[in-house]
T-cell receptor
Framework: DAGVIQSPRHEVTEMGQEVTLRCKPI?????LFWYRQTMMRGLELLIY????????DSGMPEDRFSAKMPNASFSTLKIQPSEPRDSAVYFC?????????????FGSGTRLTVV | KQEVTQIPAALSVPEGENLVLNCSFT??????LQWFRQDPGKGLTSLLL?????REQTSGRLNASLDKSSGRSTLYIAASQPGDSATYLC???????????FGAGTRLTVKP
């Protein structure tokens, strides 16, 4: 398996633009998580899905952030409009049967810079 | 709310030294604990996963222990190498919660 695949690896955009981050989880994994990592706040959970259904989005910072999982093999995280404070590394992770049993597998992340 | 703390925030050691990284958590009712490695500009690589019923896990030069009652875990690295230089994060999983709580990490530098 190729692991969790995220794209793009790097994204530089201007303030006010829409940004879409993509994630392909490991085949067969039924949980998908979006995290954001910054120097100041470390790793923060934004949202997670179980069987393509959003379960907990309490970590989504504002209405500017939205996430979808149209099928078991694809998820997007969208920021519209983007702001400089959104600059961070965004990670996607997936697991099978829920984290408690098998832990997480992370993607390589998308480094977002909003100027 | 579960709080996960890693001390020290940074550690520098000479090559060949054995070292211990610490992770503490405030709520001992955990399901498991996972140690990750993160290289600069890279994602997180899982190193070891310890279930709550286990006391330790070993992989090569790495050994992770778990003491739920005291809210602590340690990651022991034997015979450290420059290639071990990275940030090491611990994360705690809780019952009835698919989220994991992460510590801020310990940035390890192994000098040749």
């Amino acid at each position: 398996d190729a692991g969790v695949i995220q794209s793009p690896r790097h994204e530089v955009t201007e303030m006010g633009q829409e940004v879409t981050l993509r994630c392909k989880p490991i085949s067969g994994h039924d949980y998908l998580f979006w995290y954001r990592q910054t120097m100041m706040r470390g790793l923060e959970l934004l949202i997670y899905f179980n069987n393509n259904v959003p379960i907990d989005d309490s970590g989504m910072p504002e209405d500017r952030f939205s996430a979808k999982m149209p099928n078991a093999s694809f998820s997007t995280l969208k920021i519209q409009p983007s702001e400089p404070r959104d600059s961070a590394v965004y990670f996607c992770a997936s697991s099978f049967g829920g984290m408690p049993n098998y832990g997480y597998t992370f993607g390589s992340g998308t480094r977002l810079t909003v100027v | 709310k579960q709080e996960v703390t890693q001390i020290p925030a940074a550690l520098s050691v000479p090559e060949g030294e054995n070292l211990v990284l610490n992770c503490s958590f405030t709520d001992s009712a955990i399901y498991n604990l996972q140690w990750f490695r993160q290289d600069p500009g890279k994602g997180l690589t899982s190193l070891l996963l310890i279930q709550s019923s286990q006391r330790e896990q070993t992989s090569g030069r790495l050994n992770a222990s778990l003491d739920k009652s005291s809210g602590r875990s340690t990651l022991y690295i034997a015979a450290s190498q420059p290639g071990d230089s990275a940030t090491y994060l611990c994360a705690v999983g809780e019952y009835n919660n698919n989220d994991m709580r992460f510590g801020a990490g310990t940035r390890l530098t192994v000098k040749p």
